[in-house]
């Protein structure tokens, strides 16, 4: 099976890669979106003092 | 004549180095007059294949905004290293290791654990994780390993210069790009920012620097011409890089670092520690408690941007865990 690889999807904030399987015919079978990253805020704003979180948090996105 | 070559990645980023970038406005358009960008994520539609064909080198300059915290981000490193005759870390994070560095504090298994099970919002009775390669029906799928600890780019690969700050600003950007068009480069290792502190630069009334208890916002009302830190207000000032304009400073906000530290010091939380401690008024063990009480969270406030690039560098891991 064919496999397209769109690696990164670009234009958009974050990092994404889309991966599509095609048949002999070159009809698509499948696809699938996929997130190569995670920074893991959900774990390290814990124990952060709450008023210091709006000085954090705002970099899950920039754009 | 063909035109220089410039390339941007974020890595482990918020995407706000990419918009401080966009942030110079129409001056954006001489960075397009100036050189061709022939790779950038945010805007172009480049490829990472396009990128590997691209012969060594023949990038003139690569501003690499993010930390490096998964596999990916380490290999697309070494591949724009490669294909780059100057490298840059763009940002506190690519510098300093970041906000994403207070991921050090932590591991990689904790947060899969408080991201896919704990988390309100997951429904996960299997126990699903990330994997970096799954079999699916068609074929093969592929994730990068991520890390437990989050790296500067520095330590991944050899950087020429160092524009730090959480984003830099304009007027940096604006410099870097004039040094570049103009060829006049500094020296390489530079950071191009003050070799001043942010104290050195903040206009504040500095009197007597002696505090007897630390206060927290909702504790105390900032007189806004007065150092933050004479108020008992713990600022990261002391012991970081001046050349940010000294914005948060000017809003009201104490200095949280995102310059790093200033020239001479190498670990900037130890530094910060040695400053309050050395304008603490204390009559003994009794008083150096209730400030060790007062200061709520020291390792993530003292090392808000730079745990990466700290002498820690990150908590003690378990043996045998992937990576420290």
């Given at each position: 099976m064919?496999?397209?690889?769109?690696?990164?999807?670009?234009?958009?904030e974050g990092h994404g890669?889309?991966?599509?399987?095609?048949?002999?015919?070159?009809?698509v079978?499948?696809s699938y979106?996929?997130?190569?990253?995670l920074?893991g805020f959900?774990?390290?704003c814990e124990?952060r003092?709450?008023?210091?979180?709006?000085?954090i948090?705002?970099?899950?996105?920039g754009? | 004549?063909?035109k220089?070559?410039?390339?941007?990645y974020?890595?482990a980023?918020c995407g706000?180095?990419?918009?401080a970038?966009?942030?110079?406005n129409?001056?954006?358009?001489?960075?397009?007059?100036?050189?061709d960008?022939?790779?950038?994520?945010v805007?172009?539609?480049?490829?990472?294949?396009?990128?590997?064909?691209?012969?060594d080198?023949?990038?003139?300059?690569?501003?690499?905004?993010?930390?490096?915290r998964?596999s990916?981000?380490?290999?697309?490193?070494?591949?724009?290293r490669?294909?780059s005759?100057?490298?840059?870390?763009?940002g506190?994070?690519?510098?300093?290791?970041g906000?994403?560095?207070?991921?050090?504090?932590?591991?990689?298994?904790?947060?899969?654990?408080?991201v896919y099970?704990?988390?309100?919002?997951?429904a996960n009775?299997n126990?699903?994780f990330?994997?970096?390669?799954?079999?699916?029906?068609?074929?093969?799928?592929d994730?990068?390993?991520m890390?437990?600890?989050?790296?500067t780019?520095?330590?991944?690969?050899?950087?020429e210069?160092f524009?730090?700050g959480?984003p830099?600003?304009?007027?940096?950007?604006?410099?870097?790009?004039d040094?570049?068009?103009?060829?006049?480069l500094?020296?390489v290792?530079?950071i191009i920012?003050?070799?001043?502190?942010?104290?050195?630069?903040?206009?504040?009334?500095?009197?007597e620097?002696?505090?007897?208890?630390?206060?927290r916002?909702h504790?105390?009302?900032?007189d806004?011409?007065?150092?933050l830190?004479?108020?008992?207000?713990i600022?990261?000032g002391?012991?970081?890089?001046?050349g940010?304009?000294?914005?948060c400073?000017?809003?009201?906000m104490?200095?949280?670092?995102?310059?790093?530290?200033?020239?001479?010091?190498?670990?900037?939380g130890?530094?910060l520690?040695?400053?309050?401690a050395s304008?603490y008024?204390?009559d003994?063990?009794e008083?150096?408690?209730?400030?060790?009480?007062?200061i709520?969270?020291?390792?993530?406030?003292?090392?808000r941007?730079?745990m990466a690039?700290?002498?820690?560098?990150?908590k003690?891991?378990p043996q045998?865990?992937?990576?420290?």
């Amino acid at each position: 099976m064919k496999k397209i690889s769109v690696n990164p999807i670009t234009r958009l904030e974050g990092h994404g890669k889309i991966e599509i399987f095609l048949d002999d015919s070159g009809e698509v079978v499948n696809s699938y979106l996929q997130i190569p990253e995670l920074r893991g805020f959900e774990k390290f704003c814990e124990g952060r003092p709450v008023e210091e979180l709006p000085r954090i948090v705002p970099r899950i996105c920039g754009v | 004549m063909t035109k220089p070559k410039i390339a941007l990645y974020w890595a482990a980023a918020c995407g706000g180095c990419d918009v401080a970038v966009l942030d110079t406005n129409e001056k954006i358009l001489d960075i397009a007059n100036l050189a061709d960008i022939v790779f950038w994520p945010v805007a172009l539609d480049f490829k990472y294949h396009h990128v590997e064909e691209m012969a060594d080198t023949s990038i003139d300059l690569c501003l690499f905004n993010g930390a490096v915290r998964n596999s990916e981000q380490e290999e697309i490193a070494r591949l724009l290293r490669a294909k780059s005759k100057v490298m840059v870390a763009f940002g506190a994070c690519a510098c300093f290791g970041g906000i994403p560095a207070l991921g050090n504090f932590t591991t990689r298994d904790e947060i899969f654990e408080r991201v896919y099970i704990e988390s309100p919002s997951s429904a996960n009775e299997n126990r699903t994780f990330p994997q970096t390669l799954t079999k699916v029906e068609e074929g093969e799928l592929d994730l990068p390993e991520m890390f437990d600890t989050v790296m500067t780019l520095a330590q991944v690969v050899d950087v020429e210069y160092f524009i730090p700050g959480c984003p830099p600003p304009v007027d940096i950007i604006l410099k870097v790009v004039d040094l570049f068009a103009s060829g006049q480069l500094p020296p390489v290792g530079a950071i191009i920012a003050s070799d001043k502190t942010l104290c050195d630069e903040c206009e504040r009334t500095k009197e007597e620097k002696k505090i007897a208890r630390i206060y927290r916002p909702h504790q105390i009302i900032p007189d806004p011409n007065r150092c933050l830190l004479e108020q008992g207000i713990i600022c990261c000032g002391p012991a970081t890089r001046g050349g940010c304009g000294v914005r948060c400073v000017k809003a009201n906000m104490p200095c949280r670092g995102c310059f790093g530290p200033p020239p001479g010091v190498i670990d900037q939380g130890a530094k910060l520690v040695s400053a309050i401690a050395s304008i603490y008024q204390s009559d003994g063990q009794e008083d150096i408690n209730r400030m060790l009480e007062d200061i709520v969270d020291p390792a993530g406030t003292f090392y808000r941007f730079g745990m990466a690039d700290s002498m820690l560098k990150r908590k003690s891991l378990p043996q045998g865990e992937r990576r420290a």
